[in-house]
């Protein structure tokens, strides 16, 4: 870890730390993580010493790449500016970029940019966004759904660690028939109860997602029985005439946005009022600067913004600060269970009886990290880009 704080402020290197997790239930990622590499820290250092920390939603493989494209626009910018670095990097990838891969790693320099200016001035992140709205949050246990007797004991190590809100989502949902569907959403709300918050997730961004409008608007009415906050990715990613008219037509809220890259890709959506809740993911839309300005605009036109965040420890963060900062946000989302969270962080966090977390007040981010914990999760490797 780098402390030093002395000198010119700018940007000397940019470091890689590539994270492996162990296949998850269902192992979804084993389609297109190489040995269940999905997630990339990066580490932005300025020639004072002082470093700041951010995350991909993305393989390093990529990541790498990526940032050969982006290492010569970045070494000798500002380490003060983070918003400002950042929107070159987007202005001058239009024609190499403009979404995937290289967004994604942009969006993990921004975050620490962010980290790093906070760490500089001293300021938690959301106060150097604008100010804190709020000082705690209600996280919800993020989870993939399993058939029902399965389902019930992962809800319930969730409701044991102190979850009072869950999202279950993916699995067999939507890929058996609709029995199996309610089976599984009336035996997680019997496990919760009634008094804890349930949202469900159909998985509408995995590969040939097979359903449009109609089993969309049908699944909804089904769900209205068991009070969801809301009803997730019912429809393939792009089809946006389909989501402004299940909107209009749902019993319940429609949320989405997960896979959508650059504040410029969310206009239509918001203006057109496709969705109840917008879910841009920090680690790939384009980072705080970019997820900061949707959701802004989201609550021009009445629309809630909860970040997506099937993440690391330091995505999470990153989104516990634009929670704060976010006059329109009442939940994060936190994967669990989740070594990528839980090792990161120096200290574990901790939920209140309420099941909300505090939202850190410290410099930067407002974690210390846990370089033992990432170094595990690395494997002990540690990318330099100044030697590729």
């Known amino acids: 870890m780098c402390l030093r704080q002395t000198g010119v402020m700018k940007i000397q290197d940019v470091r890689l730390y590539p994270l492996w997790d162990k296949a998850i239930a269902g192992d979804w990622t084993s389609r297109f993580a190489t040995e269940n590499n999905q997630h990339t820290l990066v580490e932005v250092i300025a020639d004072s010493g002082v470093c700041g920390m951010g995350s991909v939603f993305t393989s ?10 982006l290492r010569p626009l970045l070494i000798g910018a500002s380490a003060l500016d983070p918003l400002v670095v950042a929107e070159k990097l987007h202005q001058n990838t239009f024609w190499q970029g403009r979404g995937g891969a290289v967004t994604h790693a942009i969006s993990g320099v921004d975050i620490a940019l962010w980290d790093l200016f906070g760490r500089i001035t001293k300021q938690p992140v959301s106060r150097l966004l604008g100010g804190r709205f709020r000082e705690v949050i209600k996280p919800y246990g993020s989870m993939l759904m399993a058939e029902p007797k399965e389902m019930r004991d992962r809800l319930q190590a969730g409701l044991a660690r102190g979850f009072k809100a869950f999202k279950i ?4 949902f939507g890929r058996r028939d609709a029995k199996m569907d309610e089976a599984i959403i009336s035996t997680a709300r019997e496990t919760v109860g009634p008094d804890v918050e349930l949202m469900v997730d159909a998985g509408g961004s995995d590969a040939f997602w097979p359903h449009g409008y109609k089993w969309a608007i049908n699944t909804a009415r089904m769900l209205a029985k068991y009070n969801p906050m809301w009803f997730e990715e019912a429809l393939r990613p792009d089809d946006l005439a389909g989501f402004i008219k299940l909107r209009e037509h749902s019993p319940v ?26 879910q841009p993911d920090v680690t790939k839309v384009g980072g705080l600067s970019e997820q900061h300005r949707i959701g802004q605009y989201a609550d021009d036109h009445a629309i809630m913004m909860i970040p997506h965040g099937w993440n690391t420890g330091v995505g999470l963060a990153a989104d516990l600060q634009l929670v704060a900062a976010a006059g329109n946000a009442r939940w994060v989302e936190y994967m669990t269970p989740a070594p990528l969270i839980e090792e990161v962080f120096q200290k574990p966090l901790q939920m209140d009886a309420n099941g909300n977390l505090k939202i850190p007040d410290g410099p930067g981010l407002g974690f210390d990290w846990n370089m033992d914990g990432i170094g595990r999760l690395s494997r002990g490797v540690s990318f330099t880009l100044s030697k590729l």
């Open 169 to 172: 989502g993916w699995g067999p």
């Open 60 to 69: 390093t493989d990529l990541v790498l790449s990526s940032m050969k494209l």
């Open 253 to 278: 809220p429609i949320s989405g946005g997960e896979v959508l890259t650059r504040r410029q890709s969310f206009i239509e959506w918001i203006e057109k009022g496709a969705l109840d809740y917008i």
